[in-house]
Nanobody, 117 residues
Framework: QVQLLESGGGLVQAGGSLRLSCAAS????????MGWFRQAPGKEREFVSS????????YYANSVKGRCTISRDNAKNTVYLQMNSLKPEDTAVYYC??????????WGKGTLVTVSS
């Protein structure tokens, strides 16, 4: 089992920044990657970014590319998402997830990010 705990969400004005954290416990070390997804009100959950535990290759959705940076601390089993130049359309619940056995099988409970205009 893997447990994920997100933190760092909140209310910020447009143009501001937030840093999300996701601490993984349990068998997260057996996964190949961790990532962030988000779900805005009335919309489907969408991919935001992911990072490989080994090598650190990163991937971003076009909507956040250039504004967000994902990073990891292998020793702490923690992944971060630095979000800059936030826009109202970034408002969503952000979820951390772990990729194992070919799928995003483990999810956190989410942290709410609200960007005011």
């Amino acid at each position: 089992q893997v447990q994920l705990l997100e933190s760092g969400g909140g209310l910020v004005q447009a143009g501001g920044s937030l840093r999300l954290s996701c601490a993984a416990s349990g068998r997260a070390a057996s996964s190949s990657r961790m990532g962030w997804f988000r779900q805005a009100p009335g919309k489907e959950r969408e991919f935001v970014s992911s990072v490989l535990w080994t090598g650190g290759s990163t991937y971003y959705a076009n909507s956040v590319k250039g504004r967000c940076t994902i990073s990891r601390d292998n020793a702490k089993n923690t992944v971060y998402l630095q979000m800059n130049s936030l826009k109202p359309e970034d408002t969503a619940v952000y979820y951390c997830a772990v990729y194992t056995a070919g799928a995003w099988n483990y999810w956190g409970k989410g942290t709410l990010v609200t960007v005011s205009s």
